[in-house]
């Protein structure tokens, strides 16, 4: 029942209760599906009912504002940047939780991570240790990893035998297997980072808007086996939970052996064990969690540059040679150089706008009912901010869907600090703004000038962009054989 006399906001209808059906539930690029359904429910009304209900109650007819339903459980998906700072960062307090239900809990170990676990004093603690070891000035620790690693990943990528894809991947778990765990793997097919991809695809999947629905049925998770499909969800469940367990676990586990074996084990694992009471059960199973957790993804957006450039040459040219201006032939790109190359950071911060990693955000619970813009939120809908939809806002990029490093450019060269980048979420004064922003930063940062360097792209036919992305924001594989060759 909606707030009489309020409506929830425009958007799709399904059948009574189901709601829209999983045919109907896109899983595909769904944030531009999102973005047609505004278009389309937006102004879905009749004429006169336009003029009535705009009269009578404000509404707006623009498409900010997307709600559909399953199983009873409502979505609300938000296009514009202006609408998520209203709902997502003026109301934070009532917009703040994670989605969580009983099958959640059966999944207990998914709720540990920091992402998705509902706001508590455990969450409170666990956001402090985030706070103290990923903050601006604490991850300059990383950077020495962080070089050893890039170049190791640009001197490889024109003599190895593996896929441009497999390089990336093996180069940004490698950075973070290094800082967190102190642990070096060779590929990214080894059996800690599979694990872990594993559940990062995991994740991924769970915040597809509507994909959850079936988790608020009543009494799902009480379902016998020989229920119809009721075995297979079950299983499914458990399932989620393992793949978790042992994302976690494994490097946990390596990274305690190396410590007893090595009392001079460096890591930012080892280093918050030093510091803890060994008796300490729930403090140590924090940090465990924290360092699962702290495996922050860099694949999307260092594929992501490299699918520019090779749809865009005339980018990677310039980004050359403002390199060879700044640091000469033979220059080797450095962190102390970022002040020095505006359009390098231009072409970083393009990367992170022309496709986002996670283009839909992580989901947001709304505890209270709200009304906004005349419209009715109830308590416990689930809400998405389309950042995808925000980064290609043609009101305010022009020629939004193309790759120009210039639109970031200033006279002064002054660049906005890295919290107004969306892709690492745009909440001013949200607390879920992501925490791992500064590392992720770095690496992704450092690999632009290193690469360009180092090799040239090969160029592709440049078509329509989203061709060459997958049904997530990875790009796709054969996008991402594409040769480079050594600079000369």
């Given at each position: 029942m909606t707030?009489?006399?309020?409506?929830?906001?425009?958007?799709?209808?399904?059948?009574?209760?189901?709601?829209?059906?999983?045919?109907?539930?896109?899983?595909?690029?769904?944030?531009?599906?999102h973005i047609e359904w505004g278009k389309k429910h937006g102004a879905a009304l009749g004429f006169t009912a336009i003029i009535i209900i705009t009269f009578l109650l404000s509404l707006s007819l623009s498409g900010d504002l997307i709600h559909f339903s399953r199983f009873s459980k409502h979505y609300v998906v938000i296009n514009t940047l202006e609408t998520a700072r209203d709902i997502l960062d003026k109301q934070a307090r009532v917009t703040s939780d994670r989605p969580?239900?009983?099958?959640?809990?059966?999944?207990?170990?998914?709720?540990?991570?920091?992402?998705?676990?509902?706001?508590?004093?455990?969450?409170?603690?666990?956001?402090?240790?985030?706070?103290?070891?990923?903050?601006?000035?604490?991850?300059?620790?990383?950077?020495?990893?962080?070089t050893e690693q890039v170049w190791l990943f640009v001197k490889g990528v024109v003599l190895s035998e593996s896929t441009l894809k497999g390089q990336i991947a093996t180069?940004?778990?490698?950075?973070?297997?290094?800082?967190?765990?102190?642990?070096?793997?060779?590929?990214?097919?080894?059996e800690m980072p599979t694990r872990n991809r594993e559940a990062i695809d995991t994740f991924e999947n769970s915040i597809i808007p509507g994909w959850d629905g079936y988790k608020y049925i009543p009494f799902i998770h009480l379902l016998p086996s020989w229920f119809p499909w009721g075995g297979r969800l079950i299983a499914t469940i458990h399932a989620l939970g393992e793949i978790a367990r042992e994302g976690a676990s494994k490097p946990w586990d390596a990274v305690r052996e190396k410590i007893k074996s090595d009392g001079n084990h460096a890591s930012l694992i080892g280093k918050l064990l030093s510091r803890t009471d060994p008796d300490n059960d729930e403090e140590i199973d924090r940090i465990k969690w924290f360092g699962f957790q702290f495996m922050a993804?860099?694949?999307?957006?260092?594929?992501?540059?490299?699918?520019?450039?090779?749809?865009?040459?005339?980018?990677?040219?310039?980004?050359?040679?403002?390199?060879?201006?700044?640091?000469?032939?033979?220059?080797?790109?450095?962190?102390?150089?970022?002040?020095?190359?505006?359009?390098?950071?231009?072409?970083?911060?393009?990367?992170?706008?022309?496709?986002?990693?996670?283009?839909?955000?992580?989901?947001?619970?709304?505890?209270?009912?709200?009304?906004?813009?005349?419209?009715?939120?109830?308590?416990?809908?689930?809400?998405?901010?389309?950042?995808?939809?925000?980064?290609?806002?043609?009101?305010?990029?022009?020629?939004?869907?193309?790759?120009?490093?210039?639109?970031?450019?200033?006279?002064?060269?002054?660049?906005?600090?890295?919290?107004?980048?969306?892709?690492?979420?745009?909440?001013?004064?949200?607390?879920?703004?992501?925490?791992?922003?500064?590392?992720?930063?770095?690496?992704?940062?450092?690999?632009?000038?290193?690469?360009?360097?180092?090799?040239?792209?090969?160029?592709?036919?440049?078509?329509?962009?989203?061709?060459?992305?997958?049904?997530?924001?990875?790009?796709?594989?054969?996008?991402?054989?594409?040769?480079?060759?050594?600079?000369?």
């Open positions: 707030m009489y006399p309020y409506l929830y906001p425009p958007g799709p209808k399904g059948f009574p209760y189901l709601g829209l059906p999983n045919a109907k539930i896109p899983t595909k690029k769904f944030w531009l599906t969580h239900t009983r099958v959640d809990e059966i999944v207990s170990n998914l709720l540990d991570g920091l992402s998705q676990i509902p706001y508590s004093k455990q969450w409170r603690k666990t956001r402090k240790l985030f706070h103290q070891n990923l903050h601006a000035e604490s991850t300059v620790q990383f950077h020495p990893i962080q180069l940004s778990q490698n950075i973070m297997f290094l800082s967190i765990y102190g642990l070096d793997i060779s590929s990214n097919e080894e993804d860099t694949m999307s957006a260092i594929s992501t540059f490299f699918l520019a450039m090779s749809l865009y040459p005339d980018v990677q040219s310039k980004g050359q040679e403002e390199l060879d201006a700044v640091l000469g032939k033979e220059g080797i790109p450095t962190f102390d150089d970022c002040p020095s190359l505006p359009y390098i950071e231009a072409i970083f911060r393009e990367v992170m706008r022309w496709h986002p990693a996670l283009p839909m955000g992580v989901p947001h619970n709304c505890i209270e009912d709200i009304v906004y813009d005349g419209y009715y939120i109830p308590k416990g809908t689930t809400i998405y901010a389309n950042i995808w939809a925000m980064t290609h806002d043609t009101s305010v990029y022009e020629d939004a869907d193309r790759f120009i490093p210039e639109r970031h450019l200033r006279k002064d060269r002054h660049f906005d600090n890295i919290n107004s980048i969306l892709a690492y979420r745009f909440e001013r004064r949200n607390f879920r703004v992501c925490v791992g922003r500064y590392m992720a930063n770095d690496t992704i940062w450092l690999a632009i000038p290193s690469t360009l360097a180092a090799v040239d792209i090969s160029t592709l036919p440049n078509e329509n962009v989203e061709d060459y992305f997958s049904d997530g924001a990875f790009c796709s594989p054969h996008t991402l054989d594409c040769s480079v060759t050594p600079q000369v």
